[in-house]
C-alpha cells in the first residue's frame, strides 16, 4: 500500500531426492607363492533432484519458489595390485589406480536468469554459477620396494600421476540481474546486468569456441624411509620425501593471466596490470622436500607403556579447481561483462534491451552489439571493467604444515588401555584469497576509489596464509574380549587462523560469509578461530555381542540370540561465527559491501560492543529465537575498520547417537558359508536438533528492521532428523 511493498514470512517444504546405485567386481588371485594380483572395480551412478540444496543469496526463498539444482552423473573406480616377493627379505608392491569422474549440476528451470535486489530480500533462478559439466580422468602409478636387513626395515618408493579434465563452466551464463529494490524489480527496472561473455565478440559465453576447456596436470614423488630397531625397546623411525605438483595447463592453450605492472605495492602494480594469453599459469616449484622423524619407546620393556613421538613436513597439492577457474574465466577467453543502468549510473555500459519477458528467458543470452565495452587489444580490458574476476599471483609455492605430536599409553589391566597425547602443527604458504585492489579510506583519500576502478572487485590467489593447532586428549579403551568393546576420548584443541580456506564457504553451514580480510593491508585483523575450530569434542563408542545364549531355551535362543549392538556418541562444542555486514562499507575501501550481489564478498565488521568480542554457546533455543539484535552492534565512524574480531562468537552445539542392530543367519541352501545378515540402523537416534549457525548479516537486518521478519542472530536451518535405515546382506 502507498508504494511500500509488503514483507511477511512464507513457510513450505522441499523434498530432496538422492538416488545412488553401485556395483562392485573383484578378483584376487595368487599365481605362485610368491606372486599376487587384484583387480577392482567399483561403479556409482548418484542423482539428486536438487530440491533444497541452493546456496547464493535467497536461497531458501529460492527453494520455496522451486528453483532446483539436479545433479547427476558417474564414478568409476579401477585398483589395481601386483605382489612380489623376492626373497624373505625383498618383496616389490605395485599399485595403478584410474578414476573417472562425470558429473554435471543443472539449472531448473534451465532458461531462468538470476533475479537479485540489493537489499538481499529476495532472489529468483537456481544458483547463479550453473550449469557446471565435467570429465575428470585421473591415472596413478605407484611402486614400492620393502627391504628389511638386520635391525632395518627400509622401504623405498615412487608415485607418478596424471590428471585430464575437460569440462565447461557456465557461471552467470544464464545472466544475472541486480535490482534496487523491490519496487524497481515489479516495475522491471534492473540496475546491474552480468554475465559470463566471450569478450572478443561480447557474446554469451556458450556460443563461444572457448567454451569447453581441456586441462592436464602431472605429479611425480619418491620417497625413502628406514624404521631402525635401535633395541629391543626402542625403534627410531626417519624419511624423506620429495614431491613435485605439476603446473596446471590447458592443451591448447586457451588460458590466461594477469601481468602486474611496475610499482612498490600490489596496489600499485595493479594499477598498469593487463590479461594475456600464458604459457604457465604460475612457476613450478621443485624443492619440495618433507623430512619425517619419530620414535616408539617401551621405557620399562614390559609391555606394559608405550611412549610415541613423531615431527614431520608434509606438502600439500593446491586444488585443481583454484587453478583451473583463473585460466578459464579471464580475458581474452572469457570475462564477466557488466552492464549497468544509465537511470542509477548517469550513462554506463548497454543493457540488454529491450527488458521484456521475452528477451530476458531466451537461452543463449541474445546480447546486445559490444557488451561489455569491447576488449581494448593492447590490455585486454572491457571497456565497462569487469564482474568477479579470479586471478592467481604467478609466484605461488607449494603449502605444507609442519606436524608433532607425542603420546603415552599404559594398560591398566588386561585389555583396558589409557592413553594421553598431544599434537600440533603449524601450516605454511596455505592457499589465501583476498582483494587487494582496495585501500582503507579509498584510493589517495577518496573513499570507495580503488587503485585500478576497471578490475573492480578481485578474488586474487596467494600462498600466503597460515594457521596453527594445537590440541591434547585422554583416551580410555576396552579392547574386544569377553562379548564387548568400550572406548571413549576427549580432545580439547584450537585452531587460529587468517582465513579458513581459499572459497571456505563451500564447508556446510559454515557461517564463514565472505573471503579475504576486513582490511587489505592489514591481514592481521583477521587472525583468530578458525570456522573448523571446535574447542571441545567428546566421543564414546561401544559394541557388545550378546551372544548366542545356549544355555537358554530355544524360543530366547531364536529371538535373543546372535544380536551385535553397536553405538556412537558425540558432543562437540559449538562452532565460531562472525558477525559482518553486507550492505554498508564500513572502511570506505570500496569493497565488501561496495560489491554488488550475488559475487559481493562482506568484509566489514562493527564495533564491539556492551556485549563483549565474544557470546555464545547457548542452549539452542537461544539460537532459534535470537542470540542478539542488531541494536547489539555499533557502526565505526567512517571510513574506518570494526573494531570486532573475526570469529568471536560461539554457534550451537552439535550431540548425537547413532544406534546399529546386527544379527547374522546361517543360510544352509547357500552353502557351507551361506550367510544372511541383518543390520538395523538409527542415525540422530534422539531426534535431537542440530542447529546450523547463526545470520551473522548486520545488512540484511537493516534491511528488515522488525525482529519479527529478520533472522539475524537466529539459526534458521538443522542438521538432519533422525534417519532409520534397514539393511539385508547375503553372502555366500
Same mark, same amino acid.
Given at each position: 500500500?502507498?508504494?511500500?511493498?509488503?514483507?511477511?514470512?512464507?513457510?513450505?517444504?522441499?523434498? #530432496?531426492?538422492?538416488?545412488?546405485?553401485?556395483?562392485?567386481?573383484?578378483?584376487?588371485?595368487?599365481?605362485?607363492?610368491?606372486?599376487?594380483?587384484?583387480?577392482?572395480?567399483?561403479?556409482?551412478?548418484?542423482?539428486?533432484?536438487?530440491?533444497?540444496?541452493?546456496?547464493?543469496?535467497?536461497?531458501?526463498?529460492?527453494?520455496?519458489?522451486?528453483?532446483?539444482?539436479?545433479?547427476?552423473?558417474?564414478?568409476? #573406480?579401477?585398483?589395481?595390485?601386483?605382489?612380489?616377493?623376492?626373497?624373505?627379505?625383498?618383496?616389490?608392491?605395485?599399485?595403478?589406480?584410474?578414476?573417472?569422474?562425470?558429473?554435471?549440476? #543443472?539449472?531448473?528451470?534451465?532458461?531462468?536468469?538470476?533475479?537479485?535486489?540489493?537489499?538481499?530480500?529476495?532472489?529468483?533462478?537456481?544458483?547463479?554459477?550453473?550449469?557446471?559439466?565435467?570429465?575428470?580422468?585421473?591415472?596413478?602409478?605407484?611402486?614400492?620396494?620393502?627391504?628389511?636387513?638386520?635391525?632395518?626395515?627400509?622401504?623405498?618408493?615412487?608415485?607418478?600421476?596424471?590428471?585430464?579434465?575437460?569440462?565447461?563452466?557456465?557461471?552467470?551464463?544464464?545472466?544475472?540481474?541486480?535490482?534496487?529494490?523491490?519496487?524497481?524489480? =515489479?516495475?522491471?527496472?534492473?540496475?546491474?546486468?552480468?554475465?559470463?561473455?566471450?569478450?572478443?565478440?561480447?557474446?554469451?559465453?556458450?556460443?563461444?569456441?572457448?567454451?569447453?576447456?581441456?586441462?592436464?596436470?602431472?605429479?611425480?614423488?619418491?620417497?625413502?624411509?628406514?624404521?631402525?630397531?635401535?633395541?629391543?625397546?626402542?625403534?627410531?623411525?626417519?624419511?624423506?620425501?620429495?614431491?613435485?605438483?605439476?603446473?596446471?595447463?590447458?592443451?591448447?592453450?586457451?588460458?590466461?593471466?594477469?601481468?602486474?605492472?611496475?610499482?612498490?605495492?600490489?596496489?600499485?602494480?595493479?594499477?598498469?596490470?593487463?590479461?594475456?594469453?600464458?604459457?604457465?599459469?604460475?612457476?613450478?616449484?621443485?624443492?619440495?622436500?618433507?623430512?619425517?622423524?619419530?620414535?616408539?619407546?617401551?621405557?620399562?620393556?614390559?609391555?606394559?607403556?608405550?611412549?610415541?613421538?613423531?615431527?614431520?613436513?608434509?606438502?600439500?597439492?593446491?586444488?585443481?579447481?583454484?587453478?583451473?577457474? +583463473?585460466?578459464?574465466?579471464?580475458?581474452?577467453?572469457?570475462?564477466?561483462?557488466?552492464?549497468?543502468?544509465?537511470?542509477?549510473?548517469?550513462?554506463?555500459?548497454?543493457?540488454?534491451?529491450?527488458?521484456?519477458?521475452?528477451?530476458?528467458?531466451?537461452? !543463449?543470452?541474445?546480447?546486445?552489439?559490444?557488451?561489455?565495452?569491447? $576488449?581494448?587489444?593492447?590490455?585486454?580490458?572491457?571497456?565497462?571493467?569487469?564482474?568477479?574476476?579470479?586471478?592467481?599471483?604467478?609466484?605461488?609455492?607449494?603449502?605444507?604444515?609442519?606436524?608433532?605430536?607425542?603420546?603415552?599409553?599404559?594398560?591398566?589391566?588386561?585389555?583396558?588401555?589409557?592413553?594421553?597425547?598431544?599434537?600440533?602443527?603449524?601450516?605454511?604458504?596455505?592457499?589465501?584469497?583476498?582483494?587487494?585492489?582496495?585501500?582503507?579510506?579509498?584510493?589517495?583519500?577518496?573513499?570507495?576509489?580503488?587503485?585500478?576502478?576497471?578490475?573492480?572487485?578481485?578474488?586474487?590467489?596467494?600462498?600466503?596464509?597460515?594457521?596453527?593447532?594445537?590440541?591434547?586428549?585422554?583416551?580410555?579403551?576396552?579392547?574386544?574380549?569377553?562379548?564387548?568393546?568400550?572406548?571413549?576420548?576427549?580432545?580439547?584443541?584450537? =585452531?587460529?587462523?587468517?582465513?579458513?580456506?581459499?572459497?571456505?564457504?563451500?564447508?556446510?553451514?559454515?557461517?564463514?560469509?565472505?573471503?579475504?580480510?576486513?582490511?587489505?593491508?592489514?591481514?592481521?585483523?583477521?587472525?583468530?578461530?578458525?570456522?573448523?575450530?571446535?574447542?571441545?569434542?567428546?566421543?564414546?563408542?561401544?559394541?557388545?555381542?550378546?551372544?548366542?545364549?545356549?544355555?537358554?531355551?530355544?524360543?530366547?535362543?531364536?529371538?535373543?540370540?546372535?544380536?551385535?549392538?553397536?553405538?556412537?556418541?558425540?558432543?562437540?562444542?559449538?562452532?565460531?561465527?562472525?558477525?559482518?555486514?553486507?550492505?554498508?562499507?564500513?572502511?570506505?575501501?570500496?569493497?565488501?559491501?561496495?560489491?554488488?550481489?550475488?559475487?559481493?564478498?562482506?568484509?566489514?565488521?562493527?564495533?564491539?560492543?556492551?556485549?563483549?568480542?565474544?557470546?555464545?554457546?547457548?542452549?539452542?533455543?537461544?539460537?532459534?529465537?535470537?542470540?542478539?539484535?542488531?541494536?547489539?552492534?555499533?557502526?565505526? +565512524?567512517?571510513?574506518?575498520?570494526?573494531?570486532?574480531?573475526?570469529?568471536?562468537?560461539?554457534? !550451537?552445539?552439535?550431540?548425537?547417537?547413532?544406534?546399529?542392530?546386527?544379527?547374522?543367519?546361517?543360510?544352509?541352501?547357500?552353502?557351507?558359508?551361506?550367510?544372511?545378515?541383518?543390520?538395523?540402523?538409527?542415525?540422530?537416534?534422539?531426534?535431537?536438533?542440530?542447529?546450523?549457525?547463526?545470520?551473522?548479516?548486520?545488512?540484511?537486518?537493516? $534491511?528488515?528492521?522488525?525482529?519479527?521478519?529478520?533472522?539475524?542472530?537466529?539459526?534458521?536451518?538443522?542438521?538432519?532428523?533422525?534417519?532409520?535405515?534397514?539393511?539385508?546382506?547375503?553372502?555366500?
Amino acid at each position: 500500500p502507498g508504494g511500500v511493498p509488503d514483507i511477511g514470512i512464507g513457510a513450505g517444504q522441499a523434498i #530432496n531426492h538422492n538416488t545412488t546405485d553401485q556395483y562392485v567386481a573383484k578378483i584376487d588371485h595368487d599365481f605362485r607363492l610368491n606372486d599376487k594380483v587384484f583387480v577392482r572395480w567399483v561403479g556409482d551412478y548418484p542423482r539428486s533432484t536438487g530440491a533444497g540444496e541452493l546456496t547464493t543469496y535467497g536461497g531458501l526463498g529460492r527453494i520455496m519458489r522451486g528453483f532446483r539444482r539436479p545433479s547427476g552423473g558417474f564414478i568409476g #573406480n579401477l585398483a589395481v595390485g601386483y605382489t612380489h616377493l623376492f626373497s624373505q627379505s625383498v618383496l616389490n608392491d605395485f599399485r595403478f589406480g584410474y578414476q573417472r569422474n562425470r558429473a554435471f549440476t #543443472n539449472a531448473f528451470p534451465s532458461n531462468v536468469p538470476n533475479f537479485f535486489l540489493n537489499d538481499l530480500t529476495l532472489g529468483f533462478g537456481s544458483d547463479f554459477f550453473i550449469p557446471i559439466n565435467f570429465t575428470n580422468n585421473a591415472f596413478n602409478f605407484k611402486d614400492n620396494v620393502i627391504v628389511t636387513r638386520g635391525r632395518h626395515a627400509m622401504k623405498m618408493g615412487v608415485e607418478y600421476n596424471h590428471d585430464l579434465e575437460t569440462g565447461v563452466f557456465d557461471s552467470a551464463s544464464r545472466g544475472i540481474y541486480v535490482f534496487t529494490g523491490l519496487s524497481d524489480f =515489479v516495475n522491471d527496472i534492473p540496475a546491474v546486468y552480468e554475465a559470463q561473455i566471450d569478450p572478443n565478440t561480447g557474446q554469451d559465453i556458450t556460443t563461444s569456441p572457448y567454451h569447453q576447456r581441456h586441462f592436464r596436470r602431472r605429479d611425480f614423488a619418491w620417497f625413502f624411509q628406514d624404521d631402525w630397531k635401535l633395541r629391543k625397546n626402542l625403534t627410531i623411525n626417519a624419511g624423506l620425501r620429495w614431491e613435485y605438483f605439476g603446473v596446471i595447463k590447458e592443451t591448447n592453450g586457451k588460458q590466461a593471466g594477469m601481468l602486474l605492472g611496475s610499482g612498490n605495492t600490489i596496489q600499485d602494480q595493479l594499477i598498469n596490470a593487463t590479461f594475456a594469453q600464458v604459457s604457465e599459469m604460475y612457476k613450478p616449484n621443485y624443492k619440495n622436500f618433507a623430512p619425517l622423524l619419530g620414535l616408539a619407546w617401551d621405557p620399562l620393556g614390559n609391555g606394559k607403556y608405550s611412549v610415541r613421538g613423531a615431527w614431520a613436513i608434509n606438502y600439500d597439492r593446491i586444488h585443481s579447481d583454484l587453478l583451473s577457474e +583463473p585460466a578459464r574465466f579471464t580475458p581474452p577467453f572469457s570475462a564477466y561483462g557488466i552492464g549497468l543502468n544509465p537511470i542509477y549510473f548517469g550513462g554506463g555500459c548497454p543493457m540488454p534491451t529491450p527488458y521484456s519477458v521475452a528477451n530476458v528467458f531466451t537461452s !543463449p543470452q541474445v546480447l546486445p552489439t559490444g557488451f561489455g565495452g569491447g $576488449l581494448d587489444p593492447s590490455t585486454n580490458y572491457l571497456g565497462c571493467g569487469f564482474g568477479g574476476l579470479l586471478l592467481i599471483d604467478r609466484n605461488l609455492k607449494t603449502p605444507y604444515v609442519e606436524q608433532w605430536n607425542l603420546s603415552l599409553q599404559h594398560e591398566l589391566v588386561n585389555n583396558w588401555m589409557l592413553e594421553l597425547s598431544y599434537a600440533g602443527n603449524q601450516g605454511h604458504r596455505l592457499a589465501f584469497t583476498n582483494d587487494p585492489n582496495r585501500v582503507t579510506g579509498g584510493y589517495q583519500g577518496n573513499p570507495s576509489t580503488r587503485p585500478n576502478p576497471l578490475l573492480g572487485g578481485i578474488d586474487y590467489l596467494t600462498t600466503s596464509g597460515s594457521s596453527n593447532y594445537n590440541g591434547g586428549s585422554v583416551q580410555l579403551k576396552k579392547q574386544f574380549s569377553h562379548g564387548y568393546l568400550l572406548q571413549t576420548s576427549y580432545t580439547y584443541g584450537k =585452531v587460529l587462523d587468517i582465513q579458513d580456506d581459499a572459497n571456505a564457504g563451500d564447508f556446510i553451514g559454515s557461517g564463514t560469509g565472505y573471503n579475504g580480510t576486513m582490511d587489505a593491508s592489514k591481514p592481521r585483523l583477521d587472525y583468530g578461530r578458525s570456522s573448523f575450530d571446535i574447542r571441545h569434542r567428546l566421543t564414546a563408542n561401544g559394541v557388545w555381542e550378546i551372544g548366542q545364549m545356549s544355555k537358554q531355551g530355544p524360543v530366547v535362543r531364536a529371538l535373543a540370540g546372535g544380536w551385535q549392538i553397536n553405538t556412537i556418541f558425540s558432543y562437540e562444542s559449538g562452532r565460531p561465527f562472525t558477525v559482518f555486514n553486507s550492505v554498508v562499507d564500513y572502511n570506505g575501501d570500496g569493497g565488501g559491501a561496495a560489491q554488488a550481489p550475488p559475487t559481493g564478498n562482506a568484509y566489514d565488521r562493527p564495533d564491539v560492543t556492551s556485549l563483549g568480542n565474544s557470546v555464545g554457546c547457548k542452549s539452542p533455543h537461544a539460537y532459534v529465537n535470537g542470540l542478539f539484535h542488531p541494536s547489539d552492534f555499533t557502526q565505526p +565512524p567512517t571510513p574506518r575498520d570494526g573494531t570486532l574480531g573475526r570469529n568471536t562468537f560461539c554457534g !550451537p552445539n552439535y550431540k548425537g547417537l547413532d544406534l546399529s542392530l546386527v544379527r547374522n543367519f546361517r543360510a544352509r541352501l547357500l552353502g557351507e558359508r551361506g550367510k544372511i545378515q541383518f543390520r538395523a540402523e538409527a542415525f540422530n537416534a534422539l531426534n535431537r536438533v542440530n542447529l546450523y549457525l547463526p545470520d551473522g548479516d548486520l545488512g540484511v537486518a537493516g $534491511l528488515i528492521p522488525n525482529p519479527v521478519f529478520s533472522t539475524f542472530g537466529k539459526s534458521t536451518q538443522a542438521y538432519s532428523p533422525r534417519e532409520l535405515q534397514f539393511g539385508l546382506k547375503i553372502s555366500w
